[in-house]
């Protein structure tokens, strides 16, 4: 964009990485909109393809079939298509994010950067991140958070079990997840000095969507919604209210 002060006026979504995920993240963008009429709503396209090799697999060397290629030229026909800021709605891909950014002129919002952020104003100081055995390995959220000087609980070997087989085998199979058990790690992570439980993977945004969830857990798709709302200039409505306060502080209202 030429004028760093104008909203962009399109959005792209680099999606499939689960699709789920990506369709969810697109009707969140609309149902948080504050709109009167069609035309308040943010314009976005969505790129969904599902057959993006799978990226944990790829971060713990179970497969050699990179999804960085896939991504790049996502990202590069939503730019083509007239997209003026990226979204990636899928926390394991930001292991990539430098090489997908390498491969654009415009903009990638950060999911993990952005969370961080909220986690900041709220002078947390420890978190818990519920993620996939890709993203854990990757160290992704401790890279970006101890910058912030935020710590990172780790998880046991039985909560990371737990934690896979609730995303692969329940979530991305359309398989119902044990609730009572989910929510019982989150309020052991809590006990554990976690003042934030963070939804670290957009398929267990699904969960929250469905189920509520302690007042404590933050739902890292959210942020990045609220967060490109704020960049498009649209008015969000209907979060939590810490994510609302966070968007009206960074806004000095």
């Known amino acids: 964009m030429s004028d760093k002060n104008k909203a962009p006026s399109l959005l792209g979504i680099i999606g499939g990485l689960g699709p789920m995920s990506g369709i969810y993240f697109c009707e969140m963008l609309t149902s948080h909109t504050y709109a009167k009429k069609d035309s308040d709503h943010l314009n976005f396209i969505l790129s969904s393809r599902a057959d993006t090799p799978d990226r944990s697999s790829f971060i713990l060397g179970a497969s050699k079939d990179d999804p960085t290629p896939r991504m790049r030229a996502e990202a590069k ?3 083509a298509a007239g997209a003026e800021l990226l979204v990636i709605p899928c926390n394991t891909a930001h292991y990539f994010y430098s090489k997908i950014a390498e491969a654009v002129d415009i903009p990638i919002l950060n999911i993990i ?15 818990g991140v519920l993620a996939t055995e890709g993203t854990a390995a990757s160290h992704a959220y401790e890279d970006v958070f101890s910058r912030y000087k935020i710590a990172v609980e780790p998880l046991s070997p039985t909560e990371q079990s737990f934690l896979t087989e609730t995303i692969f085998e329940r979530i991305k199979a359309g398989r119902k997840p044990d609730i009572k058990r989910f929510t019982e790690l989150c309020r052991a992570l809590n006990s554990r000095g976690c003042q934030r439980v963070i939804l670290g993977c957009t398929e267990l945004s699904l969960i929250k969507k469905e189920h509520p969830l302690p007042s404590f857990v933050i739902d890292s798709l959210e942020v990045l919604c609220i967060s490109a709302l704020k960049i498009c200039k649209k008015t969000p409505t209907g979060f939590d209210d810490g994510l609302m306060a966070h968007f009206y502080a960074e806004k000095g209202i």
């Open 77 to 79: 026909r939503l730019e």
């Open 113 to 127: 950067e952005e969370t961080a952020g909220l986690c900041a104003s709220e002078s947390v100081k420890r978190v």
